[in-house]
């Protein structure tokens, strides 16, 4: 089964968004994604300009989830300010 890969970033006293996604290689697993190290912006919907404030607390934060049809999926967290990360992944049906 193809499977994808997403980085998940959870801002404060706001949504849970996705900052990059991927499909794993059908063959091998493989993936690679890049994420920011800084704070993300964040702002609300209203009337334009719309102002953005850093979110601190989320910098750097981030949940990896694998999953492809058929097998559940798989949540572990990672905190980019500790560096590059290799976070493998064993789908079970």
Do not use: C, E, H, M
């Not at 800084?38 to 702002?43: R, S, T």
């Amino acid at each position: 089964a193809q499977g994808d890969v997403r980085v998940t970033q959870a801002i404060p006293s706001g949504p849970t968004v996705t900052v990059a996604a991927q499909g794993a290689d059908a063959t091998t697993g493989a993936y690679a994604l890049s994420v920011p190290t800084v704070a993300p912006l964040f702002g609300k919907y209203g009337t334009l300009p719309i102002a953005t404030t850093a979110q601190a607390t989320a910098a750097g934060k981030y949940s990896v989830v694998a999953g492809a049809t058929g097998y559940q999926t798989q949540t572990v967290v990672y905190d980019a300010a500790t560096g590059d990360a290799v976070k493998n992944f064993t789908l079970t049906p």
